[in-house]
């Protein structure tokens, strides 16, 4: 059995049985093969967007028989199978997320699910995927070598919820998990060394209006 990261772990753990998967940026495959070999999926899609990475991800999942696995080198989602119903952006910059669903958003018809791990402008990520027709189902904290993930798990819905900007920021079933009190200190941490520095007031301004929204739940 493939033993996967804390974070790897955590995106499979979303994955609805019986799903078909698309995985961006799939690198060797192991998110697809782990799926498979426990039976969740009988289908899936790695994607790669360079000739390498390609190379090694269609060894690995034509290597592997417990399912239908299959490698394909594009762009994102600019083109997507009408079977696939999960997507997983995994391991990305929330830019590159939000470019890449802009790009393909005309293939998001039969999609139910998309399962991010962006590292950076999660918020935005967020914002971008709630607006284009899904709710934030659920979301786990993940901390993987010092580091911490935010995976979110989206889904269609005709559901218009509220969010605040507070929780597109930060994640609104996060905020509330006990994982987050520890986060929180550490990004109060942060903000106190950026504070130290010597960057226009405004600037300075946007994170002591953050970090006093971040100080009740340290506590």
């Known amino acids: 059995m493939i033993r996967l990261s804390k974070r790897l772990s955590a995106i499979a753990n979303f994955v609805d049985k019986c799903a078909v998967v698309a995985d961006v940026g799939s690198d060797h495959g192991l998110l697809l093969i782990y799926l498979a070999s426990l039976g969740k999926i009988a289908k ?75 590292h950076t402008s999660i918020g935005e990520v967020r914002r971008h995927i709630v607006a284009l027709g899904f709710i934030i189902k659920d979301e786990v904290l993940v901390l993987e070598k010092d580091k911490y993930y935010e995976i979110c798990k989206f889904v269609k819905s005709d559901e218009r919820p509220a969010y605040s900007d507070f929780e597109y920021r930060r994640g609104p079933i996060i905020i509330k998990s006990p994982a987050f009190r520890h986060y929180a200190k550490v990004l109060i941490k942060k903000m106190d060394a950026i504070l130290e520095k010597d960057l226009p007031e405004a600037m300075k301004e946007l994170v002591r209006q953050e970090r006093e929204v971040l100080l009740p739940y340290e506590n």
């Open 44 to 118: 899936g899609y790695g994607i790669e967007n360079k000739s390498g990475p390609y190379q090694i991800l269609k060894h690995n999942l034509e290597s592997h028989s417990e399912a239908e696995l299959k490698p394909l080198l594009q762009d994102g989602i600019s083109s997507l199978e009408k079977d696939v119903d999960t997507i997983v952006l995994a391991g990305l910059g929330g830019d590159t997320i939000v470019g890449i669903l802009k790009n393909g958003v005309a293939n998001l018809k039969n999609v139910k699910t998309i399962i991010t791990d962006s």
